[in-house]
């Protein structure tokens, strides 16, 4: 899961409708709460069911709403008063009765009042049985959500509390996090319509059936870019090597092993791109000959012969049409400014981004980086931070939408 800044300080309001799947919005509280947002909760009298309002109070140290009128109270407009104070919300999980309501413009309590009077950008996580998610009733209510702009949190596949498997589960922990920082994101259209290609991860070359030369690269900052540029609203392509990090959510991913592979799937894919971000560590070296059986041990040891991969940024902006940026990323332990300008000039980059993996706060694996982008006429230091916050202000660089840039 990636932390970021953007959630601090943000008012995000939690809906919890009656499902199994309740329980699992506890998870989602406890992550804004870490990242600094102020979270409020409303329950409807079937989620309370399912959860006990002590939990989701204790999680977010503050009531949680669920009476339209409830005692004590002098007016009867705290639903319109926590609409005025949500800037971001998500219902989860939504039952279909919730996704019904809001789809024909019903409230008959306190949860669905309020989200009558919402006014900031607002999901849904669905969580139901398949044959009432496959209910016509149901897609044609999710449709017309969609159609309005709700943002929509699919369910997943996989097995359901009845037994059996189908389509209806909630979308994962990552999925609800993305939609909702969709959600809160400044410049959610700045990518709109633009189709953003973006490689991830390091490669492995095998020696043999057991053996193979790879690196330290996790995929974080790439899937990090993809994260943001979903925020932004684009078509994300995303090409990745082996490892453990969940594809994002609505993004077209692609894994793949080898430089090769990666090249192959990249050429493949760039002709859709308007942007090509290039965060991938690819291998710059392949054994010569792959054994199809394991290599014993030699006393005089074991001499490799490696020949290079093929540059798959270099390649890809050498086709590059007028509309399309490259994006390069240089790793540098050394003379980093200066073999970055000449990595940036060699293979013809819009823009590269420089990090060093030896640098405390930076590298392989961590959820920080320090970035330093350069252009042909600017060099300038990100903030260093959280990779999905670095992710960020590159797309800022980018796109003008940073501080005193261009606000879309
Ligand atoms: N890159 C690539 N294909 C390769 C090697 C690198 O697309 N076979 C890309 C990386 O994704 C990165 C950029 O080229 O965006 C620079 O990668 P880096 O490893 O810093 O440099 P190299 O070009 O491999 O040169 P060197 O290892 O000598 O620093």
Redesign the pocket.
């Known amino acids: 899961m990636f932390p970021t800044k953007r959630l601090e300080g943000k008012n995000i309001l939690v809906g919890i409708t009656g499902g199994i799947a309740a329980y699992k919005s506890c998870e989602l509280i406890r992550y804004l709460v870490t990242q600094g947002a102020h979270v409020r909760a409303m329950m409807t009298a079937n989620g309370e069911k399912f959860i006990s309002r002590l939990t989701i109070e204790s999680l977010c140290n503050y009531p949680v709403y669920t009476e339209m009128f409830p005692e004590g109270r002098y007016a009867a407009t705290h639903h319109i008063e926590l609409a005025d104070w949500a800037e971001a919300v998500i219902i989860i999980p939504a039952t279909a009765n919730i996704i019904g309501k809001m789809a024909n413009g019903i409230g008959d309590d306190f949860l669905s009042t309020n989200l009558l009077a919402l006014h900031c950008p607002t999901v849904f996580a669905p969580a139901m049985n398949s044959n009432m998610w496959l209910n016509p009733a149901v897609q044609r209510n999710i449709a017309t959500l969609k159609n309005w702009g709700y943002g929509i949190c699919d369910p997943e596949e996989g097995f359901l509390a009845e037994g059996y498997s189908g389509v209806g589960r909630l979308a994962r922990l990552e999925y609800q996090v993305q939609h909702l920082y969709r959600a809160i994101h400044p410049h959610p259209e700045s990518l709109k319509g633009k189709t953003v290609l973006i ?1 991830a991860g390091g490669t492995r070359e095998h020696i043999d059936p057991v053996r193979m030369l790879t690196n330290r690269a996790t995929g974080k900052m790439g899937f990090a870019l993809a994260w943001e540029a979903f925020a932004r609203g684009a078509e994300v392509i995303l090409v990745h090597g082996p490892g453990s990090l969940i594809p994002p959510v609505e993004v077209e991913s692609h894994g793949v092993v080898s ?1 090769a592979e990666m090249f192959d799937t990249v050429q493949r894919h760039f002709p859709r791109a308007d942007l090509f971000i ?7 070296y392949t054994p010569a000959r792959y054994s199809t059986s394991k290599i014993k041990k030699e006393e005089q040891g074991l001499t490799l012969k490696l020949e290079r ?6 390649t890809m902006s050498q086709q590059k049409k007028a509309h399309q940026r490259v994006i ?5 332990t050394d003379n980093p400014l200066e ?1 970055a300008r000449k ?1 940036l000039i060699d ?1 013809n980059l819009d823009m590269i981004a420089l990090n060093n993996p030896s640098e405390a706060g930076a590298g392989f694996g961590v959820d920080t980086n320090k970035v330093t982008v350069m252009t042909r006429d600017d060099a300038r230091e990100l903030t260093p931070g959280y990779k999905l916050d670095v992710a960020g202000e590159i797309f800022d660089r980018l796109l003008g939408t940073g501080e005193g840039g261009r606000d879309d």
Do not use: Y
Request: charged share 30%.
């Open positions: 490689t430089a290039s965060a991938a560590a690819v291998a710059d991969t093929r540059d798959v940024l270099k390069g990323f240089a790793v540098e073999n990595k293979k």
